[in-house]
């Protein structure tokens, strides 16, 4: 469990919290391309750890993100004119670019200087893989952008979406760097019969997670520090000689990245919206070549982890103000949870913790290893950037071309360093 002051700490991330200041050390993902039209489109409001901002595409095809409310009378800048290389508020037409600069201001004449005087917070954006990011910090300390495998691969081979979440962006992250919870939160009651029946039935699996990832086989958890996060590290008993070993990442300060198929890659990111709402991203990519059309449209559409949306929203169909459209029936009968969508089953829980959970009323375990190293990294890195250090890994793009996998090692190895788990972790993009 964590103290009241730490659980406080770790979910505020307004402007001035020892969190807030750590999140906004790094590049952050906050609309995909499509979100925004071209030039002089029009403006889209933005809530982005809990700042009220305005993104909008000018004339010249820049993006801008900059506070939203307009520097003479705080009328809002989401009702303006997007034209001719920047936002005209309609009150009193004071204009602004993408830099937040205030480049007309007709009410005071043309002798005037006064607009050089004023301008609105804004920050950088950058357009890449489909996605746009904004940074945050001072813009002396700009970073590189992380060199996620994901954002690398052709753009044949990789979909991406985001949905809204109503809850606070740790527990989000602590759902994402669970690593036994989908053997019963995303699991059919078939699959919860274990190896055991398999063997007795006279029955072969290829599928290694099948085999070892089972209710009778608990595994062994241990985590381990990294230039980019930690690693967590599931080992699961096999036979006399080997193991199969699961490895699960969290990439500071908000991925998570959990073991997918043997040719595709899931990692999500969970962006603070405000204290209580999260933005819920899923990028899944190919390793192996572009993904097909039917697979797209079924991502498109709510398949696995991509969220069903209400078409033109980012927000879910299946919610919880409609109970995530449980099914009792299905619950009896088939799948563990009754809820269709891994995305919604893990909305149902990491919800259902209230907006903000009260970790010093939790009860840990030994499956709680790497949530507990994640959460100390948090905390640890937001104090030591109170005391003047800055956090590495915001400085560390290439720390992040590393992929989630898993593997078989040998009996008593070594798993951190071992040659199969750094190739099962190898990023060839």
Not at 27 to 53: K, N, Q, Y
Not at 229 to 235: N, P, S
Not at 248 to 268: E, I, R, W
Request: include cysteine.
């Amino acid at each position: 469990m964590l103290n009241l002051n730490d659980n406080e700490t770790l979910a505020r991330i307004s402007r001035g919290t020892s969190m807030g200041d750590l999140v906004r050390r790094y590049w952050i993902p906050f609309m995909v391309t499509a979100d925004i039209g071209g030039p002089d489109s029009d403006p889209v409001r933005v809530t982005l750890l809990g700042e009220s901002l305005l993104a909008f595409r000018d004339t010249q095809g820049r993006v801008g993100l900059m506070h939203r409310m307009c520097a003479h009378r705080n009328a809002d800048l989401f009702f303006g004119r997007n034209e001719g290389g920047g936002i005209q508020c309609t009150y009193h037409g004071w204009k602004y670019d993408v830099t937040g600069k205030c480049i007309d201001m007709p009410t005071e004449g043309e002798e005037s200087n006064f607009r050089e005087k004023v301008s609105l917070r804004a920050y950088e954006v950058r357009e890449r893989a489909g996605v746009l990011w904004t940074y945050m910090g001072p813009p002396e300390l700009t970073p590189a952008l992380p060199e996620f495998e994901w954002a690398r691969v052709p753009e044949t081979h990789r979909f991406v979406s985001w949905s809204y979440q109503e809850c606070n962006y740790a527990q989000a992250i602590e759902g994402g760097i669970d690593t036994v919870h989908s053997v019963y939160l995303h699991s059919t009651l078939d699959s919860h019969r274990g190896l055991d029946a398999w063997q007795q039935e006279g029955r072969e699996t290829a599928n290694v997670q099948k085999q070892f990832r089972t209710r009778k086989n608990p595994p062994k958890l241990q985590a381990q520090d990294t230039d980019f996060g930690v690693i967590v590290g599931a080992k699961y008993t096999g036979s006399e000689a080997e193991d199969y070993w699961r490895f699960n990442l969290f990439f500071m300060p908000f991925y998570t990245a959990p073991p997918g198929g043997d040719d595709s890659k899931l990692v999500h990111a969970f962006v603070p919206i405000d204290d209580v709402t999260t933005a819920r991203w899923s990028f899944t990519w190919s390793t192996e070549g572009p993904l097909t059309a039917r697979q797209k449209a079924e991502m498109h559409k709510g398949q696995g982890v991509h969220a069903a949306l209400v078409p033109g929203t980012h927000i879910p169909v299946r919610n919880k103000s409609n109970d995530y459209l449980l099914d009792r029936y299905e619950q009896r009968t088939y799948t563990f949870t009754g809820i269709k969508g891994t995305g919604e089953q893990d909305f149902s829980v990491q919800e259902g913790m209230g907006p903000i959970s009260d970790r010093t009323t939790e009860h840990l375990g030994v499956t709680d290893i790497g949530i507990i190293a994640q959460r100390k990294m948090l905390l640890r890195s937001a104090a030591q950037l109170k005391e003047g250090i800055e956090p590495p890994s915001a400085h560390n793009a290439e720390a992040y071309r590393v992929r989630p996998g898993d593997t078989m090692l040998p009996a008593g190895a070594d798993w951190v360093a071992h040659e199969n788990t750094k190739a099962a972790m190898t990023a060839s993009w």
